[in-house]
């Protein structure tokens, strides 16, 4: 496995697996060893920013916006950033660009490179789309660059090709739960990264998965509860999480062996884990 130590880093999973605490974790454990760290979301999202909370302190957070980053893409084609400023404003070019499939990805990617230039000393932890997404993003600036072929356009997209999206220029991080269909999914999204973009994940986080009690905890709970009712809530209890566990365990089972990918558990804790903490479980993956 190549260490996770590429200056950008792309986090994704499905909607509602911990995806933006995890890349919130990482941003925050490299702040901590001293790096300078920057936390990317796009548009309206502000959940890796949330779940920073407190922590927040030595992490720069960064929402780029659409129409900001289509601006200064256009002003690295033209050479001028009022240039930029006053060809976004025009309302019809403006909805012409927004209906034009990929334009999108393209300019926030580029935002992304040029962070790479402003800031050369700083990671860059981005918190991807969900899902699928992911893989639509990164595969755009490839199929757009054969689509125009020539000029500032196709340019812009090979300097993403070679800037960011090399395996030396940036890390994959998928995160899942411990949920067979979850897990199925996380699968899918690992095999269409692996053939698509030739790009196998780096780390593979797990998150919420649930202890398993062992059989001889189980059954003296149930052994307890038939001699005292008292015992049965928590008979019943262990019956449950034997469950979970076992299908944690086919979770683990179906993500084992998918790719070359470390894979990293987060156990279920009593309460959400801060970035900090969260951070510690991924340990060096970081």
């Not at 030396?168 to 979850?182: F, I, N, R």
């Not at 996380?186 to 698509?196: D, F, I, N, Y």
């Amino acid at each position: 496995m190549r260490a996770l130590r590429q200056p950008v880093v792309f986090v994704t999973g499905k909607g509602g697996v911990g995806k933006s605490s995890v890349a919130a974790a990482l941003a925050r454990a490299e702040a901590d060893r001293g790096g300078q760290a920057i936390l990317v979301e796009f548009e309206d999202a502000a959940g890796a920013t949330r779940a920073l909370g407190a922590e927040a302190e030595g992490v720069t957070p960064l929402v780029i916006e659409y129409l900001e980053a289509l601006a200064y893409a256009i002003a690295s084609m033209l050479g001028s950033r009022l240039l930029g400023k006053l060809v976004v404003k025009q309302r019809t070019l403006k909805k012409v660009v927004e209906a034009v499939p990929a334009v999108r990805e393209l300019v926030s990617l580029d935002r992304l490179r040029s962070l790479r230039t402003e800031s050369p000393h700083a990671r860059v932890f981005v918190d991807l789309p969900a899902t699928g997404h992911a893989v639509d993003w990164l595969r755009v600036p490839a199929a757009a660059e054969r689509f125009l072929k020539i000029g500032p356009a196709a340019r812009m997209c090979r300097l993403i090709q070679e800037e960011i999206l090399p395996a030396d220029c940036s890390g994959l991080v998928v995160v899942s739960t411990a949920e067979p269909v979850v897990a199925s999914e996380t699968r899918e999204l690992v095999v269409r990264l692996t053939q698509e973009l030739g790009r196998p994940p780096d780390l593979v986080v797990v998150n919420r998965v649930p202890r398993k009690p062992r059989e001889s905890e189980l059954a003296h709970a149930r052994t307890a509860a038939t001699r005292d009712p008292a015992f049965a809530g928590l008979a019943h209890a262990l019956a449950e999480d034997a469950e979970l566990g076992a299908d944690a365990l086919l979770a683990l089972t179906a993500l084992d062996g998918v790719s070359t990918a470390k894979i990293v558990e987060i156990p279920e804790l009593f309460r959400d884990p801060t970035a900090r903490e969260l951070g510690r479980y991924l340990g060096a993956s970081g």
